[in-house]
């Protein structure tokens, strides 16, 4: 019959079968193992100088008080999809999450983030304490500044006007006051130093990122409030199109004439590369890049940037402000134990690690701490930037008017279109998708 | 007996049971999401059902101009790719010396992942300290407006050539190994009829050529249409919209706007298209002339 090294088909299947059941349950178990025994926090962070705090404070934590902490890290283009996807399907995968303020109205409109209000209460506070810079916190309400709490903020970003005083010394320039000194300015140092960079080559009078999307909106949005624009009107309608938003814009493109060509394409990276070698005297940034400036290993610059406040024109000069935030979704499985673990990361005490660790505080205390201020020198000029900073306009369609609104930007500099073309386009299209 | 028929009852049987896991597979990872992304497609943002979402894409800007950026850049880099390759391909199946090295050299740039070749793209075209440019200016050139994927004009053209780079060689895989199966009775019978290299290439190579031209057309076509890595890491869609494609821009409505109605129905006809192109192949691979 069967020769003894064949198995029947009904062996095999046996076999298979427990083969099957095996690997299920030992996947199942594999899944399960970390949810039993103590209590466990998940944070999505963002994979970068601001997670990498957050990360090193969750360690301090999980010793201190026997939390097991689960970081998912993510990098920042995936992060707010990844979010997005888990808070508005309600899995509950994080107890934490960490996010940059224009996410903040789409979320909090969505209805999946967690009231803080009651959770403070709870713990004696009918609010968060003080020593939060109020335009900082004034993000982490919905509505914008008056509503309920649903984050606290951790990173306190702002712009600053990044520029070259040995230059200036050079020139005879005084820190620009506003947008037409740094025009004069940027003539001068461009048309003077044609070979004055580290290796001959020119000197740009500034460097601007005008990629479509978030660079050039953020480079712009300074200028565009400076003149007086609005991306709203009073009425709530899309006014970028008005006299002083095409007027900006055609100032940009000016101030264009004297950056680096190729700079509608630029990013974050290529601004912060001319800065660092030498190669332009002026810019909008983030105080990230403070720190990089200093190192002789990167920066051919070292000791000659100065970090001032945003210029002004119509109106006085306000910095685009762009904090990190810490929110609780919806469906966090423990969110008192969320909370515990965010009011001490975002304590005097805890912040003050983190700003060791390279990130700005969103505390006035942290910005004046005497041992922090001989560190990091800017401190005072970020404190003043940020507590004079305003928010990109609070709409939960951000993502997606910033992208129209960016292209647009971006087509006005790299020649495509004239400013006025570009505005009126940009404001049909903002209505478009307002309306929607 | 009755043991001979349950067992072949249940031998009938192993063939389905073997084929569930894969059945079972493909209809949670493909048929599901397909049917949940048809149904999504045809809502509108509070779950009622519409067609706006079809209707929408009509009047999209942003949409129509995506879909032709997609198909020129589709229809350029298939002709460049498809000449380029088939030249390659004909050089090389003849005896040169050390054709088995450039073979070997030539297929180098299929190999690397596409965000690979993006990156080494994206610092080669950099305007100010890229390779391109810089050698240029070293020939004494004025590379001052050559600000490659920075400028409207160019910024098509750069991620074309990107491309071509790194998709000839797939192109010139296919003809060749197509060449290599053609048998060589043929060429003798066209030799002994006086057939010239023209026309024995134009008669005989490229008819029995055909199928092999035909797949890797059709291959080709369904990876350009639907093309995402390398734009997205050379230009991000841009300047202003200037390289934007359709994958892209369902990329950005679904994850950034989070829209994913909208951008299933993109999906759809982003679907329709290539299986309406592809079936013009297949077509044509089925007719024998």
């Not at chain 1, 888990?86 to 509950?92: Q, Y």
């Not at chain 2, 920075?150 to 197509?178: E, H, N």
């Not at chain 2, 006809?269 to 079936?279: A, E, F, G, P």
């Amino acid at each position: 019959m069967l020769r003894p090294d064949m198995r029947s088909p009904r062996e095999s299947r046996a076999i298979l079968v427990v083969v099957c059941i095996a690997l299920a349950v030992a996947c199942y178990s594999g899944c399960r193992s970390n949810r039993a025994g103590q209590k466990t926090l998940t944070l999505a962070i963002n994979s970068g100088v601001e997670g990498d705090a957050l990360r090193q404070a969750a360690k301090d934590y999980e010793q201190q008080t026997g939390v097991h902490i689960q970081i998912a890290e993510f990098p920042y283009a995936n992060l707010f999809e990844k979010e997005l996807i888990d808070l508005n399907s309600h899995t509950g995968a994080y107890d934490l999450i960490m996010l940059d303020d224009p996410w903040f109205p789409k979320f909090a409109s969505l209805n999946v983030l967690t009231d803080l209000g009651p959770l403070l209460k709870n713990r004696g506070q009918d609010k968060p304490d003080e020593d939060f810079i109020a335009t900082s916190l004034a993000l982490c309400r919905n509505p914008y500044q008056t509503g309920s709490l649903y984050a606290l903020p951790y990173v306190g970003n702002s712009q600053l006007f990044f520029y070259r005083k040995d230059l200036f010394q050079k020139y005879n320039l005084t820190p620009p006051a506003t947008w037409e000194e740094v025009l004069n300015a940027a003539r001068t140092i461009g048309e003077q130093e044609s070979s004055g960079a580290p290796g001959g080559g020119k000197v740009s009078g500034y460097v601007m990122r005008a990629a479509q999307g978030n660079a050039a909106v953020a480079d712009f949005m300074p200028i565009f409030w400076a003149f007086g624009g609005e991306m709203f009107d009073s009425s709530g309608q899309p006014a970028v199109n008005s006299p002083e938003g095409i007027a900006a814009l055609k100032f940009m493109i000016e101030l264009g004439k004297y950056s680096p060509p190729g700079y509608a394409s630029f990013n974050a990276d290529e601004v912060g590369a001319h800065l660092l070698q030498g190669t332009a005297a002026m810019s909008i940034n983030w105080p990230a890049w403070i720190s990089s400036f200093n190192d002789q290993a990167k920066s051919k610059v070292a000791g000659k940037m100065e970090f001032g406040q945003m210029p002004g024109a119509k109106n006085p000069g306000r910095a685009e402000i762009g904090n990190w935030l810490i929110a609780i979704p919806g469906s966090a499985r423990s969110p008192d134990a969320a909370m515990d673990f965010l009011l001490w990361a975002t304590s005097a005490a805890q912040m003050k690690l983190s700003a060791e660790r390279g990130n700005p505080p969103t505390r006035r205390s942290v910005f004046t701490d005497p041992q922090l201020q001989a560190k990091f020198p800017s401190y005072p000029a970020q404190l003043t930037s940020l507590e004079n900073s305003r928010p990109r306009p609070r709409t939960p369609l951000w993502n997606e008017i910033e992208n129209a609104f960016g292209i647009y930007l971006s087509k006005a500099n790299s020649g495509e279109l004239s400013a006025e073309d570009a505005m009126n386009q940009a404001n049909t299209e903002i209505q478009r998708i307002v309306a929607r | 007996m009755a043991l001979t028929l349950r067992r072949n009852a249940s031998d009938r049987a192993l063939p389905y049971v073997l084929l569930a896991p894969a059945v079972a597979v493909l209809l949670l990872l493909t048929i599901y999401p397909l049917i949940y992304s048809i149904r999504i497609s045809l809502q509108g943002e509070s779950g009622n059902w519409t067609v706006q979402n079809f209707t929408r894409l009509l009047h999209d800007q942003f949409f129509l101009s995506a879909l032709a950026h997609t198909l020129i850049y589709a229809v350029s880099a298939l002709t460049i790719e498809f000449f380029l390759g088939m030249a390659l391909a004909l050089l090389l199946d003849t005896q040169m010396r050390g054709r088995a090295i450039y073979r070997s050299l030539l297929l180098l740039p299929m190999m690397l992942p596409p965000i690979v070749v993006a990156v080494v793209w994206r610092l080669m075209l950099n305007s100010d300290f890229g390779a391109l440019n810089g050698t240029l200016k070293a020939f004494g050139l004025h590379t001052e407006s050559l600000t490659w994927t920075a400028s409207p004009k160019l910024a098509l053209v750069s991620v074309i050539v990107a491309d071509v780079w790194q998709w000839t060689p797939f192109m010139f895989l296919i003809l060749l190994a197509g060449l290599q199966a053609i048998p060589q009775e043929p060429y003798e019978a066209a030799l002994i009829d006086g057939a010239g290299r023209w026309q024995t290439f134009l008669h005989v190579t490229l008819p029995l050529l055909k199928p092999a031209i035909l797949i890797a057309l059709l291959l080709r076509t369904m990876d350009l249409l639907r093309v995402f890595d390398q734009i997205f890491i050379l230009t991000e869609g841009g300047p202003g919209f200037a390289t934007e494609t359709v994958s892209l821009y369902i990329y950005r409505t679904a994850f950034r706007f989070a829209n994913f109605g909208y951008a299933a129905a993109m999906s759809f006809v982003l679907l329709l298209i290539t299986n309406v192109i592809s079936l013009g192949y297949m077509r044509m691979l089925q007719t024998r002339d």
